[in-house]
Structure formats: C-alpha cells, structure tokens
C-alpha cells in the first residue's frame, strides 16, 4: 500500500498542469479513484488490439511506446512521468494501436478505471474537469508534435516547406 499523501506530493511535482488548480485534499481524493500500479522493467502492461478499459498517469519512470508494421515491433517514443498513456483507447473504445511496455528501470502509474472515472465525474465533478482537460492538453500536445513531425518530414524528403 502507498501513502496517499507521498502519492499527492509526487503528483504535484510530476503533473503540474492536472493538479495546479486542486486542493491537497482534492488530490487525496482523486487518488482515492485510481489503483497504483508496479510495472516490471521492459513489461508490457497494454498491447495492441485490447480496448482500454483503463488509462494511466506516470507518476514515476518511463513508458515506451511501441508499433507494430509486418511482425516487427518498432520503437515510436515514450512518455515519461506526469504522461497520460493509454487514454486515446480509453476514451474511443476503439482498439489500441501501440504497445505500453515499462522503461529499463520499470515505472509507476495511477490506473484509472471506467468504473472510477464515471464515479469521479458523479461525485467529484470539479475533480473530473481537471481531469478531462489534462486529458485534452495530453492529445492537442500528441497531435501538434505529430504535425511538427509530419511538416519535418515532408521539408526533408522534399527540400521545400508544408503549404
């Protein structure tokens, strides 16, 4: 078991822009709706094809973040901690396109379950905004850096500049 207040005080280091706005005891509480989870070094915690019934806050270590393209698995980045994982899959229902597998030396996460999160939103809805736009900021972060790459990409294939 982890101390509910050691849990609060990492967030407030590691996920700034989700608990900014919270008070120690919202933070406390938002805890209360999530499952702290170990994961082993290199272990795979979601693969592709599932649907997440979950997502998960970094809270320490690194996540690797991994494709597969004809039987190959090919590294595609990592998440490092104050990260949502899994989130994209969570909210779509829609099956996971990328492998979550621990970093070298393992990672610790907040899980937040379907059940927790609708429960959250019932009885804890200012909670459950901050939530929901730390969610949002995670994805408009995801696509910006998606287009940057992609923008890059076309200057260096083609020497000239995205219209």
Sequence with gaps: MVDHTELAEKLKTTCKDFVESLTHREVETFIDFTDFIEVASREVFADFGEVGDQFYLVIDGRV????EEAGREIDVGHIDAGGLVGEMSFFDRKPRTI?????RDGVKLLSIS???YRRLTYQH??????LLEFVVLSLDELVRSTSQDISSLHTQVTGMGMR
């Excluded at 690797?64 to 494709?67: G, T, V, Y």
């Excluded at 492998?99 to 970093?103: K, N, S």
């Excluded at 809805?125 to 901050?130: E, G, L, R, T």
């Design 64 to 67: 690797r973040l991994f494709k």
């Design 99 to 103: 492998r979550l597998r621990a970093g």
């Design 114 to 116: 379907r059940k927790m």
């Design 125 to 130: 809805p200012i909670i459950a905004v901050h």
